[in-house]
């Protein structure tokens, strides 16, 4: 059990909340966080751009598969950053880190073997995901790899309601297995974090639908461009630049 009360949790900013419960939020997150580093296997180059890394758990993770891995972690927010470097310290030399908002274009430069990110992409609008993938698609070495993990719009009231209802039970469990109890669920359900029961448009969270997500992935250049994953409101897209 945790020493933070429920009625806490309405203090603590939106890092903290999530630094705390992500694991619960996060619908099968040691799941999504396997498969999105299987998916970057055999990239041509061992260089990695985490896109709005958070704690760093998947450049943990890549990390540790690959001893000859490197990781540039990017995110907006200096607390993510800082609970990234702590969770990379094992890893010497290898990551280095970029301070930057998903929307700006500065940081997109360099060449990188693969590009992963994780509920980060649904911030941007439309265009902005457009945007976002042609740019990615560039800095991408011949043959990389693109693997996104996010939240998608479904696209009709059941599929919605279904997407909730999942999401929600996933949450309850999880909230079991790690709290003992029922702290997470509460904590997710007073912070209205799951965006299929909010009653409309929401200014912060975007996410487009699957078939959006894969024709601008296919306008961006990308091949072999997929879903391998879904759950709850949750996808896992995968693209790969064209070798030479």
Not at 188 to 215: C, I, M, Q
Request: with cysteine.
């Amino acid at each position: 059990m945790t020493d933070t009360s429920p009625a806490d949790t309405w203090q603590l900013s939106d890092t903290e909340v999530f630094s705390k419960y992500g694991d619960a939020f996060v619908p099968r997150r040691a799941e999504q966080t396997a498969a999105v580093c299987d998916l970057l296997a055999g990239i041509p180059v061992p260089h990695v751009l985490d896109l709005c890394c958070g704690e760093g758990r998947l450049s943990e993770e890549y990390l540790r598969r690959d001893p000859e891995a490197r990781v540039t972690v990017l995110d907006r927010s200096p607390e993510m950053l800082a609970l990234t470097a702590k969770r990379l310290e094992p890893f010497a030399e290898r990551h280095d880190s970029i301070e930057a908002d998903i929307e700006d274009r500065l940081w997109r430069t360099g060449v990188y073997g693969g590009v992963m990110t994780s509920l980060a992409v649904h911030h941007l609008d439309g265009e902005g995901k457009r945007l976002l993938y042609r740019d990615v698609h560039a800095m991408l070495a011949p043959g990389g790899v693109f693997v996104m993990a996010d939240l998608v719009e479904p696209a009709g009231a059941t599929a919605r309601r279904l997407a909730g209802d999942h999401w929600e039970e996933a949450v309850r469990r999880a909230s079991e297995e790690q709290f003992g109890g029922d702290e997470a669920a509460v904590a997710f359900e007073r912070t209205e974090w799951n965006h299929y029961r909010l009653p409309g448009p929401d200014p912060v969270d975007k996410p487009s639908s699957v078939a959006e997500h894969l024709d601008w992935l296919r306008e961006a250049g990308f091949v072999e461009v997929d879903v391998v994953w879904m759950y709850a409101g949750h996808a896992l897209f995968t693209a790969k630049r064209k070798a030479n």
